[in-house]
């Protein structure tokens, strides 16, 4: 089972009398996963020995379930780009991306990003996967990105995502002042008809919620923390602009570039239930350089 991805676990004395199917199941191995892994190169172990999914377990059982063997994507070419790994075990990585990196290739950036440069560190480490990325960033937002290694730990990562047990944290400079300490944006979000990149609110928009919190104000603009318990494309510019308080630096939306010359956006925090181990996992990227020297330069308002 050479480059295969494997997952373990122990049947306890509970579990006993189980059919492996229904124990797999319980684990969110779905059937589409089950018929790969009969087809497609992989393979179901109990104390060493292949079953089937109808092999019964007995306490103290040891089950091992290789994974079809993946391959990177051809449209995805590995290159040798530093990363900020921040975390990494067998099933994930979270990187620090900084602002000017796309997530991934497009038409206009077909090399230099994040899965072009996970790829290459892939290879360097002889890991045959893809770049599951489970979090995109927009270009020119900065922060942390979170990477599944196969493709079953980014289904999970989904499921995850989809129940709000996977929290981003953003700060961000908008424009203006705030009355109020904290608030809510619960606004539709849609593409925008003119445009193949812009989006905005609109009723026939998919759902989009945005939480943000007051950090501190100063002349001109406001610092916030924000939470998106969506995941809508461009969501937090596009909820900030259509409040009036454009992203500082993001001209697309409407904010005026005399302090930054990208949005001013940066994902400070991810936490999360670790897929496998069942642990709270929480990681912090401190603000970039570019938005700090805002703060160290800007005056507090009154």
């Not at 892994?37 to 393979?43: E, S, V």
């Not at 445009?195 to 928009?205: D, P």
């Amino acid at each position: 089972m050479n480059n295969c991805f494997k997952l373990t676990w122990t049947v306890s004395g509970r579990e006993e009398l189980q059919l492996l199917r229904e124990f797999l199941m319980t684990r969110n191995i779905s059937k589409a996963a089950l018929t790969d892994i009969k087809f497609k190169g992989g393979g179901l172990y109990v104390n060493g020995d292949p079953v089937t999914v109808r092999y019964l377990l007995k306490a103290g059982d040891v089950i091992d379930v290789y994974f079809p063997p993946e391959e990177p994507s051809a449209g995805v070419k590995g290159e040798s780009i530093p990363l900020n790994i921040v975390y990494e075990d067998e099933f994930l990585l979270v990187i620090n991306k900084p602002a000017g990196m796309n997530t991934i290739p497009s038409r206009e950036h077909p090399v230099g990003s994040l899965a072009n440069g996970i790829i290459g560190y892939y290879n360097e480490k002889g890991l045959k996967a893809t770049a599951h990325i489970v979090t995109r960033l927009d270009r020119d937002t900065s922060g942390l990105v979170l990477i599944a290694k196969h493709r079953h730990i980014h289904h999970l990562m989904s499921k995850l995502q989809k129940t709000g047990k996977l929290k981003r944290i953003y700060e961000a400079f908008v424009e203006g002042s705030f009355a109020t300490d904290n608030g809510i944006v619960e606004a539709p979000i849609a593409r925008k008809s003119s445009s193949i990149i812009e989006r905005e609110v609109s009723e026939n928009g998919q759902y989009a919620f945005t939480s943000y919190w007051v950090i501190k104000q100063f002349d001109g603009f406001s610092h916030l923390q924000l939470q998106l318990e969506t995941g809508r494309t461009h969501q937090i510019r596009v909820h900030m602009s259509f409040i009036q308080h454009p992203l500082l630096g993001d001209s697309l939306y409407g904010g005026n570039k005399d302090l930054i010359s990208r949005q001013a956006l940066h994902c400070r925090e991810i936490n999360f239930l670790h897929p496998i181990h069942q642990e709270e996992m929480k990681f912090i990227a401190p603000l970039p350089k570019d938005m700090e020297n805002i703060l160290i330069k800007s005056k507090p308002s009154i």
